[in-house]
């Protein structure tokens, strides 16, 4: 198993590379000078100065050579700077990161044991009256968007209520008030998840429940309990698990809406404001991290998948 | 011979499944005494509810079946105590029927390819029910037995094989395991499905040898389902033929082979290959096509592809007549003989 982790760790480092050439190039592509987000843009003189400082810099080396010392400057944590607000961009990343894994984490985390609980629950008593909610339930939760749940929630609890505040992440008060602004935006993304996550399950484990491995393992008259969880749920969790992983990158990468109606201080709103700016080294940067966080969710599906599954795990 | 002789006796067992709203009967009034020591084959083309009809009596079925029966009812013998069950009143995988599945029926199913959990270790799966029925048994004594019954069945290398996974196993292999799986806890009554499909002709002879070994020696009893007329010879005692949902024949081994009787049994013998038949016979293919059971009106079942068909056999249902003593038919043909049920 750790070779088999090892392996596939290894095995994400060229991908990760061949996907920051990708994005290199496609900043070359766009002709920003790229001294403008080296440089702070407060310290950029006379244009003399500009140019020595550019050789200095070897900007007018060739291509990759430049690349390579713009991945080997990124390992050391420089990823450059923004070139609208020109703060360094690990700075910015620095803030932004918790808040939008932080939401990311908790809605992923309560999705999957509602939606997962909920599906399993529904499957072993098909056409139950939980079954029947959660039919209803996703049916609604499928068709109403995100923002406009987000909306309605806040409209609700915030404005009319006062329960929660209205938006932003900390505002004095400390973990109490951490909490209290993590509720609302932590249930719309739960719920709104929980509907198709929930469906799938339900689904997955009726399938594997009718399947002749089920009966056999009932032949053997081991109680029900120990049939569905260990026969049944075991093998219905591979193919959730890799939609549960996946979510982590849309979560990351697609956040823009629900930081956007929670003025969620995330990567969501960074990746919204540098697109609308044009803010190129920005939208590069965390791009790459999106990219990143799909691989990262593709490694934990092979190994989850691993895990439960022996023709993976002992496989070629 | 005793009736407490008899281990298994089904009566009127009928079995339907609601599909799109329609209930389609699949059994249709089965009932069949399974002798003690003994094995009864049921014989017929696929299709004709003989799965169906075995999963009925242990109960394992899926949600959109609807079973009935007037009594199914298992003699369970230890030493010389017997003690009566009618698995119709139990609840299907309450603790009663559960205490039964295993060490009293032990079920092989049709399809080895997907009947074990492929992310179980063979020897754990097969070890799951001994555990499962012997709290007090250890994890090395299980495997102790376990590998014993792979060395009965033929599995080569057992010490290593009981650490793979169903993946790792051939077909055959795969039979083999499910077939101790059903084993491990020395059910008086096997129930086996087509359990040689899979196996080459040496293999199959080999693995019915055992379970035949096991039957005279223990004293176990089978129910036996194939197709196979050869294996109904060298194995069975008894004989069920079914067709659409009904048996339309029962009697001895001797009976069936050696004077069989209803059109669908003429025909189904002429049409599969019966050891020691002469060389060089054709076998001939039953005209006319499998009914669909949703579609079958009343009336002999199988009216429409019997060569003696007449106007009174499309009406009502068709009773069995007695024809020898033991031997029943459910053909009109035979309706001087005394009707019985
Ligand atoms: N779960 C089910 N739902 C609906 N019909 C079924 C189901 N299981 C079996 N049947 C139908 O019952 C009939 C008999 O099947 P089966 O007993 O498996 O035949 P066989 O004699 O080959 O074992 C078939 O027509 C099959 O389509
Ligand atoms: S009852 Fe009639 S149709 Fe049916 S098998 Fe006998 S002769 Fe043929
Ligand atoms: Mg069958």
């Known amino acids: ?93 620095a803030v932004r990161i918790p808040a939008t894994i932080e939401l990311a984490l908790l809605a992923l985390v309560f999705s999957t044991i509602i939606g997962v609980g909920i599906g399993i629950v529904s499957a072993i008593k098909q056409n139950g009256i939980i079954d029947y909610v959660g039919r209803v339930f996703a049916v609604v939760g499928q068709s109403i968007p995100q923002f406009f749940f987000g909306i309605i929630l806040i409209q609700i609890f915030a404005v009319s209520m006062g329960w929660f505040p209205v938006g932003q992440r900390i505002s004095p008060g400390g973990n109490w008030s951490r909490i209290q602004h993590l509720v609302l935006p932590v249930t719309t993304l739960t719920l709104s998840m929980c509907a198709v996550l929930m469906r799938y399950a339900r689904n997955t484990m009726l399938d594997v429940m ?31 698990l890799v939609i549960i992983c996946f979510r982590l990158p849309m979560l990351i990468g697609g956040s823009v809406v629900i930081e956007s109606v929670f003025s969620w201080p995330g990567i969501g709103t960074i990746i919204a404001s540098s697109v609308i700016a044009g803010d190129m080294p920005v939208i590069m940067v965390t791009t790459l991290m999106v990219a990143a966080s799909i691989l990262v969710a593709s490694f934990l599906v092979d190994v989850f998948t691993a895990l439960l599954d022996p023709r993976v795990r002992l496989g070629d | ?44 083309e696929s299709g ?31 030493g010389d105590k017997i003690t009566e069950f009618d698995l119709s009143k139990l609840e299907p995988y309450g603790k009663e029927m559960r205490a039964l599945r295993g060490p009293d029926i032990g079920m092989v199913f049709q399809d080895p390819m997907s009947s074990l959990n492929p992310v179980y270790k063979v020897g754990d799966q097969v070890a799951e029910g001994l555990l499962e029925h012997n709290p007090k048994m250890s994890k090395e004594e299980a495997k102790e037995q376990v590998l014993a019954m792979f060395r009965e069945l033929g599995i080569p290398d057992p010490e290593n094989r009981i650490n793979d996974f169903p993946y790792q196993f051939s077909g055959g292999m795969k039979q083999r395991v499910v077939i101790a799986l059903a084993m491990i806890c020395n059910p008086e009554i096997i129930i086996a499905d087509e359990p040689t499909t899979a196996l080459d002709v040496t293999i199959q002879a080999q693995i019915m040898e055992l379970m035949k070994s096991l039957q005279t020696e223990k004293n176990k009893s089978i129910i036996l389902i194939t197709h196979n007329m050869g294996l109904v010879a060298e194995m069975a005692d008894e004989v069920c033929v079914m067709y659409m949902g009904r048996i339309v024949e029962f009697g001895t081994l001797e009976h069936i082979f050696n004077n069989p009787s209803h059109p669908y049994t003429k025909a189904l ?32 079942e199988f009216a429409d592809r019997c060569p003696d068909c007449r106007d009174e056999c499309r009406k009502g249902t068709i009773p069995a007549f007695e024809v020898e003593p033991g031997h029943k038919v459910r053909c009109l043909n035979f309706n001087s003989f005394k009707e019985v049920d």
Not at chain 1, 22 to 41: K, N, Q
Not at chain 2, 23 to 36: A, C, H, Q
Not at chain 2, 48 to 74: E, F
């Open chain 1, 210 to 240: 009718n399947s002749d491995y089920i009966k056999t393992a009932r032949s053997k008259g081991i109680p029900e309990w120990k049939v569905i969880i260990k026969h049944g749920f075991r093998n219905a969790m591979r193919p959730v």
């Open chain 1, 1 to 93: 198993m750790l070779k088999f982790i090892i392996k596939k760790l290894l095995q994400m480092i060229p991908m990760l590379l061949v996907i920051s050439l990708l994005v290199f190039i496609g900043l070359e592509l766009t002709g920003i000078d790229p001294l403008s987000y080296m440089v702070s843009p407060d310290m950029a003189g006379s244009a003399e100065n500009l140019e020595r400082l550019r050789e200095q810099m070897g900007l007018n080396d060739p291509l990759f050579t430049r690349y390579f010392r713009w991945v080997s400057e990124m390992l050391r944590g420089d990823f450059g700077y923004s070139i609208v607000s020109g703060t360094p961009i690990s700075q910015i990343i």
């Open chain 2, 269 to 300: 013998l002429r049409s599969v290959p019966v050891l020691g038949m002469e060389e060089g016979r054709l076998l001939e293919t039953i005209p006319g096509i499998t009914p669909n059971p949703a579609e079958l009106k009343e009336g002999c």
């Open chain 2, 48 to 78: 004709c509810g003989k799965s169906v009809t075995v999963h009925s009596i242990v109960k394992l079925m899926p949600k959109n079946a609807r079973v009935k029966a007037d009594y199914i009812l298992y003699n369970q013998k230890r």
């Open chain 2, 1 to 44: 011979m005793n009736e407490k002789d008899i281990v298994l006796s089904v009566k009127n067992l009928n079995t339907s499944f609601i599909s799109d709203r329609k209930e389609i009967k699949i059994v249709k009034n089965v009932s069949l005494d399974l002798k003690r020591a003994t094995t009864l084959a049921i014989v017929g």
